[in-house]
């Protein structure tokens, strides 16, 4: 079956790091656009960041450059989100997806991981 799969996520500290993964199942994250997104119980989803397939171009939320960085892994089928310096205001479930186009527009985006919760507090 078709499926994406977070994982990485856990409590840090203000300033601290978390690495983030997007593994796929069922298909190649290589043919896809891969998108993070992240959302605050009771809040709208906001995106993160992308990296294209077309190009290999990014895209990072003004909020996160130059703290976040995203990468592909293709011999392991995985894309890959380093955060750095983070602040509590990052504390979100952090969700992967796979889309055919490079955007932040959430419903182009076909597919979707369970999210994987990062909570920033000291």
């Known amino acids: 079956q078709v499926q994406l799969v977070e994982s990485g996520g856990g409590l840090v500290q203000p300033g601290g790091s978390l690495r983030l993964s997007c593994a796929a199942s069922g298909f190649k994250l290589d043919y896809y656009t891969i998108g993070w997104f992240r959302q605050v119980p009771g809040k709208e989803r906001e995106g993160v960041s992308y990296i294209s397939i077309s190009d290999g171009s990014t895209y990072y939320a003004d909020s996160v450059k130059g703290r976040f960085t995203i990468s592909r892994d293709n011999a392991k089928n995985t894309v890959v989100l380093q955060m750095n310096s983070l602040k509590p205001e990052d504390t979100a479930v952090y969700y992967c997806?796979?889309?055919?186009?490079?955007?932040?527009?959430?419903?182009?985006?076909?597919?979707w991981g369970q999210g994987t919760q990062v909570t920033v507090s000291s």
């Open positions: 997806a796979a889309s055919a186009v490079a955007t932040m527009w959430e419903s182009v985006y076909d597919y």
